[in-house]
């Protein structure tokens, strides 16, 4: 599986939008962008995932670059409970491992 | 409720005594995968599973056992723990490789091995 790149850490203010970017310049045709969170104490749980196109769904939009080598996260109104660590995960066609990189850990002020 | 499960949520054990960490899930997935989770080295997978009887390494399995008899548990087991593999585990299930579909995490294991 290819490797991403976030930044470390990221500051948000409550109720604004906040951007999660993340870097995956060698990535396949077939590797599918997955973004998972981990809240403090709590195990992983999946936001959003993408291919080719935007998604959105109630947790997230997800924006993802013509030539697929960047993706962004986009959490539309940041609450104190989105306060968490933002994973972005490269999975291949066929693909039954998962590499979790360092993650970005968003902080928000309320 | 859809969940995954793990069994003890935490664990103080010594080197060298055997353990064996519960995994079960309530959704009927076939992929099921194992992971520990360390300060500054962030989310490693030990080994994962396709399928009943059908299991393969991570990237760190060393020290580590897993057996898939049923659909829906996956033990991970140490057979003679050592302090480094002091850890926060987490199981996690989907309903296949995981290609398009997510993975649901359980609650997490906290071992400390003395």
């Known amino acids: 599986d290819a490797k991403t790149t976030q930044p470390n850490s990221m500051e948000s203010n409550e109720e604004e939008p906040v951007h999660l970017p993340c870097n995956h310049s060698?990535?396949?045709?077939?590797?599918?962008i997955h973004w998972y969170r981990q809240l403090p104490s709590q195990g992983p749980e999946y936001v959003i995932h993408?291919?080719?196109s935007n998604v959105n769904n109630r947790m997230a939009s997800l924006a993802i670059a013509e030539d697929r080598k960047s993706s962004t996260l986009i959490l539309h109104r940041a609450t104190l409970r989105d306060a968490a660590v933002y994973y972005c995960?490269?999975?291949?066609?066929?693909?039954?491992?998962?590499?979790f990189g360092a993650g970005t850990r968003l902080f928000v002020k309320a | 409720e859809a969940q995954v499960t793990q069994n003890p949520r935490y664990l103080i054990t010594v080197t060298g005594k055997k353990l064996t960490v519960t995994c079960s899930q309530n959704?009927?997935?076939?992929?099921m995968s194992w992971y520990r989770q360390d300060p500054g080295l962030g989310l490693r997978q030990i080994y994962y599973?396709?399928?009943?009887?059908?299991?393969d390494k991570g990237d760190v399995p060393e020290g580590y056992k897993v057996s898939r008899k049923e659909k829906r548990n996956f033990p991970l087991i140490l057979e003679s723990p050592s302090p480094n593999q002091t850890s926060l585990y987490f199981c996690?299930?989907?309903?296949?490789?995981?290609?398009?579909?997510?993975?649901?995490f359980g609650p997490g294991t906290r071992l400390t091995v003395l």
């Open positions: 959704m009927n997935h076939e992929y």
């Open positions: 599973s396709m399928n009943v009887e059908v299991t």
């Open positions: 995960i490269l999975k291949s066609a066929g693909g039954f491992k998962t590499i």
């Open positions: 993408g291919l080719t």
């Open positions: 996690a299930s989907s309903w296949w490789s995981g290609e398009r579909n997510e993975q649901f």
């Open positions: 060698t990535i396949s045709g077939t590797d599918y």
